[in-house]
C-alpha cells in the first residue's frame, strides 16, 4: 500500500476502505507519512468529501490511536456534551452540575477559546486554583468522587487528532464537515463515554455561519456517532446574538452560579436545562424530556446543582468560596458604560462583533498562545426584542487597559441595530437529531 495511490484514489473521487484510512492514520501518527503527504490527503477530502462509512472509519482509528479510557468500575452511563463554540456560550458550567446532580456520571474534557468565540477551559481557570490538567488517574478519581470531573484534552487521547488538527489549521482544511466530526468525536468517545449531547451552532457569533452548513455538521455527527454504537442527540441552536448577557471568563462563570442559583439570563437558562435534559434521558435517569427538564429544574430550585459546582471546584483545586463571594473571582480594575443613541427595539445584535470587541480586551485569543486577561469583559444589558431609549445603558464593559477600551466601545455599539417594532422571536433550539 503506498500513500500516493490513497490521495490519488482520495483526489479522484474514490472511496477509501477501513484498512486505507487505518494505513494513512497510523502511518502519521507514528511519523511514517511525511506532513506534506498527508496535507495532500486532507486537501482531497475538503474538496472531495468522505462517505459516512469513510468517516466512521476515520474516526474509529483516531479513538484508537492512544488510550481509550476505561470507566466500567463506574456503575451506569457516563454522558458528555459538545458545544461548535459561541459568544457568552457558557452552557457546559451550568449542565455538567445538574446532570450529575441527578445521578449521570459526567466526564467532560473541553477545550480553549481561540478568535471570538470562548473556551470552557479559559472559564474554568478564572477560578483560581482551578487545575484543569489532570492526569488520567486523577480524572477518574475526581468523577468517582464527585460525579463529574471538567479537564483539558490529555496527550494520551485520541494523538492523531491533535496532529492532524495542527495540519490542518496551516493548510486551510479546518472546514471539511467529515474532518470535523472525526476530530470532535474521536476525543470524546476516547474519554470512556457511553452516551454524548452535541450543541452545534450557526449565525454570525458560531463556527458554521449559515443554517445549512450548521445542519450538515449536524446530521453528520449524529450519522457517525451512532455509527460508533455511540447514543447521541445533537441540537441545532441559534448563535446569532450572544447566549446570556456576560461575555468573558470570570464574568460568565460569575453568570453561570447565578443561574445555579436560580437567577440569570433566561435564554442561558433555557438551553442549559434542554441540554441537561437530554443528557439525563441518556444516561437514564429519566425515562421522556419532559421528565428531564422538570429534574433540571428542580436540581436549580433546590440548590444541589450549586452544591455539585462547589463540590467540583474544590476537588479539582479551586476556591470553592466563590460560589458564595465573587470577590474572590478575578476583577477589572475598571469599567465604561455604552449607551442608546437611537429610540427604538434592538433587532439585531452581531454575536461577532461583541466577541471581538471581548477578545479585543483581552478576554480571548487572537494566536493560540495569546495570553487571557479572566477578569476582563463585557456584560450586555439589552438583548433582541428589547425597547431602548436615548441614554439608557446598553452594556458595561469591564477593562484593565485603557488603551482597548475605546476601540471595545465602537464595537459594541456598531454590533447594535434597531427597529421601530419588535423583532419576530426567533427559536433558540432549532432542530434536534
Known amino acids: 500500500m503506498r500513500v500516493v495511490d490513497l490521495i490519488r484514489k482520495k483526489r479522484d473521487g474514490g472511496q477509501l476502505t477501513h484498512e486505507e ?10 511519523g511514517r507519512i511525511a506532513d506534506y503527504q498527508m496535507s495532500a490527503f486532507l486537501m482531497a477530502v475538503f474538496f472531495r ?16 490511536s492512544g488510550i481509550v479510557v476505561d470507566l466500567s468500575e463506574l456503575p451506569g452511563r457516563k454522558i458528555d456534551k459538545h458545544s461548535t463554540g459561541g459568544v457568552g456560550d457558557k452552557t457546559s458550567l451550568i449542565l455538567a452540575p445538574l446532570a450529575a ?7 467532560m474534557v473541553s477545550g480553549r477559546g481561540l478568535g471570538h468565540t470562548g473556551g470552557t477551559l479559559d472559564k474554568l481557570e478564572s477560578i483560581p486554583g482551578f487545575r484543569v490538567g489532570l492526569t488520567l488517574d486523577e480524572y477518574k478519581h475526581v468523577l468517582k468522587t ?6 483539558g484534552a490529555t496527550k494520551e487521547i485520541a494523538p492523531a487528532d491533535k496532529k492532524i488538527y495542527a495540519l490542518r489549521d496551516v493548510t486551510a482544511t479546518v472546514e471539511s464537515i467529515p474532518l470535523i466530526t472525526a476530530s470532535i468525536l474521536s476525543k470524546k468517545v476516547a474519554e470512556g463515554i457511553d452516551g454524548l449531547v452535541m450543541d452545534v451552532k450557526f449565525g454570525n457569533g458560531a463556527f458554521m455561519k449559515s443554517f445549512e ?15 460508533l454504537g455511540l447514543d447521541v442527540r445533537v441540537l441545532l441552536t441559534d448563535m446569532s446574538q450572544p447566549l446570556g448577557q456576560a461575555v468573558g471568563n470570570a464574568l460568565e462563570v460569575i453568570e453561570c452560579i447565578e443561574v445555579l442559583k436560580g437567577r440569570g439570563p433566561a435564554d442561558l437558562k433555557q438551553l442549559s436545562v434542554e ?5 439525563v434521558v441518556l444516561g437514564q435517569k429519566a425515562a421522556s424530556l419532559d421528565e428531564a427538564r422538570r429534574l433540571m429544574k428542580q436540581q436549580i430550585s433546590n440548590g444541589a446543582g450549586l452544591e455539585k459546582l462547589r463540590a467540583v471546584i474544590a476537588a479539582q483545586g479551586g476556591d470553592p468560596l466563590v460560589v458564595d463571594d465573587y470577590a474572590r473571582m478575578p476583577q477589572a480594575a475598571y469599567r465604561a458604560e455604552v449607551v442608546a443613541s437611537v429610540d427604538g427595539f434592538v433587532a439585531d445584535i452581531n454575536a461577532e462583533t461583541i ?24 456584560v450586555l444589558h439589552k438583548k433582541v426584542g428589547d425597547q431602548v431609549q436615548v441614554g439608557q445603558p446598553l452594556a458595561t464593559i469591564y477593562y484593565n487597559a485603557a488603551e482597548k477600551m475605546e476601540q471595545a466601545r465602537r464595537m459594541v455599539i456598531e ?7 419588535p423583532p419576530a422571536p426567533r427559536p433558540l433550539v432549532a432542530e434536534t437529531f
Open 21 to 30: 484510512i487505518a494505513f494513512l492514520v497510523n502511518g502519521y501518527t507514528q
Open 49 to 64: 468529501g468522505m462517505s459516512a462509512a469513510e468517516t466512521v472509519s476515520l474516526t474509529h482509528e483516531m479513538i484508537h
Open 101 to 107: 446532580a441527578a445521578g449521570v456520571w459526567v466526564p
Open 146 to 151: 464527585t460525579g463529574l470531573v471538567l479537564i
Open 213 to 227: 452548513q450548521a445542519r450538515q455538521l449536524a446530521q453528520s455527527l449524529a450519522s457517525v456517532g451512532r455509527g
Open 275 to 279: 441540554l441537561a435534559a437530554h443528557m
Open 355 to 378: 466577541g471581538l470587541a471581548a477578545m479585543q480586551l483581552g478576554a480571548g485569543r487572537e494566536l493560540i498562545d495569546s495570553l487571557i486577561d479572566p477578569a476582563v469583559g463585557i
Open 415 to 421: 454590533a447594535y441595530s434597531y427597529s421601530d417594532a
